[in-house]
């Protein structure tokens, strides 16, 4: 797929990319990695010391992550590189490689499956989910638009974006009327009675709490 949308630069094919990508393909689904590399001419360049799958540590976290897949990371051109496509058994896997990761800005489907659409947008965590395209979601103003955890802290577009960059100020007003001697000490057995009566919501406990009877 990527040969074909790219067939002027195939050398992207060959890198990876900095997005999350899923593909289905014959009932299965298959996901490209978060992303370590990015194009630069035809060399690729490391993102993040993080990723650099150079490090053995890196790799044998990789290969501990992804035991059913022994070629997660492969030498190729004397150069690590993490594996772009990783195949999974069950549709319903692809949720648990997403998850096990930190929570990416956005995640992407593909597919004419209701079901696994509902599925998808019910058990993946990210900053946004867009199915069947990829990146749209930027330019709807209506929707907020914003990472989660590790993929950043709040939204913005529109009126989110005027809710993230306020402060609600909270004010609460009340008379001197009404007030009980229960808030204050000295705290007797009566009304440590009477206030447990009333956070169990145990009327009958708190009218006997009242009048002194046990």
Known sequence: MVSELWNTRPQ??????????????????????????????????????????????????????????????????????????????????SFNVINSRTRPLAAYLFTKDNKFKEQFVKKVSAGGLLINDTSLHLVVYTLPFGGVGDSGMGAYHGKFSFHAFTHRKAVLYRGFTGDSSLRYPPYTDRKQKCMKALVAGDVPGIVCALLGWS
């Open 12 to 93: 992207v094919a060959t890198t990876g990319t900095c997005c999350l990508v899923g593909v289905i393909f014959q009932q299965t689904l298959f996901i490209a990695n978060v992303g370590d590399y990015c194009v630069g001419g035809v060399a690729a360049i490391q993102l993040s010391p993080e990723h650099n799958a150079n490090l053995e540590g890196v790799r044998q976290e990789l290969r501990e992550l992804h035991p059913y897949d022994p070629q997660i990371v492969v030498l190729k051109h004397g150069v690590w590189r993490v594996k772009g496509i990783i195949q999974v058994n069950k549709l319903e896997e």
